[in-house]
């Protein structure tokens, strides 16, 4: 993710979102990998209406979602494989 971050930085923005995780735990995953994108909490008692979770359909983890410029899903990729980045790379 870091090289793929640093490669399109100018075109596009990286947010992660944080799920299932206490704060304190997040905390330390953001220090330990130091992703140098947005980072988001989403607690385990947001509101319906405001949980990542359930906005963004998430099935498994990690979940990454390519959205366009107008704010409108592209494609959702769930776990981990190439096909997420060679996307990135078709689209940017």
Known sequence: ???YEEKYRKRCTFVSI???DTP???KEGLEK???PWIQVY???????DKN???LYGV?????KIIIDPDGRIHKVFAGEGPDF???LDAVL
Not at 59 to 63: E, L, N, R, S, V
Request: with cysteine; glycine share 4%.
């Open 59 to 63: 099935q498994g983890y990690p979940t």
């Open 42 to 48: 989403n607690p385990d008692d947001a509101p319906l």
């Open 24 to 26: 304190e735990r997040w």
């Open 52 to 54: 990542a979770i359930v």
């Open 18 to 20: 944080d799920c299932f």
């Open 85 to 87: 980045y060679k996307e």
């Open 1 to 3: 993710m870091k090289k």
């Open 33 to 35: 990998h130091q992703m």
